[in-house]
């Protein structure tokens, strides 16, 4: 007998039967192998890439690590004992800060397996007078046997308003003459500065053979300046940026000079 339609209406729904299929359960996990392989595959090929194949424009053909192990580098805190250097606007000493800046430089090439010989590395200068300690410097740098020479010292100007950083090298010197410019675009990127790096005839520039640059800091004779250079923050931020120019001055190695 059939039923009314308000009947039909609320009379619930019968339930699907399902039957197990075994051969679409083996089709079904043959086609999940299949894709695990390929993405397995697809993981190790893309595994054994170096990191420069994907890493775009930032990626450079060594780290600082690769670049800077074995290297050995003269670091040379300027003046100190009885030869302050310049005094700043608040009556910091150069040398002090020249051999803060120093050892944190050393620290950082440390790091990349470089090794580091400091012509001082106390407060006290290296012999009784200004030209002996000059000398003993010289002899530091003739006798190193090292790759390159890094002189760190802080400026002073007549006119407080002058700031920013410098980087020296001996006139003539090719090779001296691109570890400065790279030091000096590291130091402008770090500092958000404009210098440019300068040709000079210095005493410390002209002792060895190996190229030698001479850092100026910033000028303690400007007050802000100072005040920056006074922080250890500020002063890690120069290091680390000294120790990037060299990874990029190492990383483009010509040879000759």
């Known amino acids: ?38 993405i397995g595959l697809a993981v190790s090929h893309f595994a054994s890439w170096p990191a420069s194949a994907y890493a775009g424009k930032t990626a450079s053909p060594q780290n600082g690590a690769d670049v800077l192990s074995g290297r050995c580098i003269v670091i040379d805190a300027g003046h100190g004992g009885f030869d302050p250097g310049a ?74 308003s002058v700031s920013g950083p410098l980087v020296l090298f001996m006139p003539g010197s090719e090779n001296g003459k691109r570890l400065a410019e ?16 300068r040709s000079n005839s210095l005493y410390i520039l002209m002792s060895g053979s190996q190229p030698c640059v001479l ?17 250890e923050e500020y002063r890690k931020i120069i290091a680390g940026a000294i120790c990037e120019g060299t990874e990029r001055y190492f990383g483009g190695q010509r040879s000759g000079d």
Do not use: W
Not at 109 to 115: K, S, T, V, W
Not at 118 to 146: F, H, L, N, V, W
Not at 182 to 197: T, Y
């Open 87 to 160: 005094i700043g606007a608040s009556g910091l000493r150069e040398d002090e800060l020249n051999l803060k800046v120093a050892k944190l430089l050393k620290a950082a090439f440390e790091e990349r397996d470089a090794e580091v010989i400091m012509t001082r590395s106390t407060d006290d200068a290296i012999a009784d007078t200004k030209d002996e300690d000059m000398a003993e410097r010289r002899r530091i740098i003739e006798q190193s046997g090292s790759d390159i020479v890094i002189s760190i010292h802080m400026n002073s100007h007549t006119d407080p």
């Open 1 to 38: 007998m059939e039923k009314p339609r308000h009947q039909m209406e609320v009379e619930a729904p019968r339930r699907r039967r399902y039957r197990f299929n075994a051969k679409k359960l083996g089709v079904t996990l043959i086609s999940f192998g299949c894709m695990a392989a390929l």
């Open 215 to 231: 850092v100026e800091c910033g000028y303690i004779s400007n007050a802000l300046e100072e005040a920056n250079l006074a922080r």
């Open 182 to 197: 790279d030091i000096m675009d590291s130091l402008n990127d770090a500092l958000n500065a404009d210098g440019r790096a």
